[in-house]
Nanobody, 117 residues
C-alpha cells in the first residue's frame, strides 16, 4: 500500500517562503508522476506543479516564477519550494502520485498553507 505524508505547511507573511515535502512509502514503482494540488473551500482542486520520474517539470501559470518542484528519488520525496508567497496562495496543499496503471492514484492527507499578515 502506497502512503504519502506531507509536511512543511504553516503560517507565513506575504512575501515569505515555505518548503513542502511529500514522502512516499510502499511500492511506488520507478516510473511515476508526482503532483502538488491545492484547494480552498468551495473551489475545485487546482493542479499547481508536476514532476515526472525523469524530472520533467510543469508549473501552473499562477505560481510560475515563484514555486519550484523537485524530487529526490533515493529518498522517495518530492518538494515544493514556495517563494514570494501571496495571500491567494492560501490553501490546503495535497501531494498526489500517479503510476503507470489507472489504479495507481494516491493522495496525501494535505497540509495547510496560510499566507497572512
Amino acid at each position: 500500500q502506497v502512503q504519502l505524508v506531507e509536511s512543511g505547511g504553516g503560517l507565513v507573511q506575504p512575501g515569505g517562503s515555505l518548503r513542502l515535502s511529500c514522502a512516499a512509502s510502499g511500492n511506488i514503482g520507478s516510473i511515476n508522476v508526482m503532483n502538488w494540488y491545492r484547494q480552498v473551500p468551495g473551489k475545485q482542486r487546482e493542479l499547481v506543479a508536476t514532476i515526472t520520474s525523469d524530472r520533467i517539470t510543469r508549473l501552473s501559470d499562477s505560481v510560475k516564477g515563484r514555486f519550484t518542484i523537485s524530487r529526490d528519488n533515493a529518498k522517495r520525496t518530492v518538494y515544493l519550494q514556495m517563494n514570494t508567497l501571496k495571500p491567494e496562495d492560501t490553501a490546503v496543499y495535497y501531494c498526489n502520485l500517479r503510476g503507470t496503471r489507472a489504479s495507481d492514484d494516491y493522495w496525501g492527507q494535505g497540509t495547510q498553507v496560510t499566507v497572512s499578515s
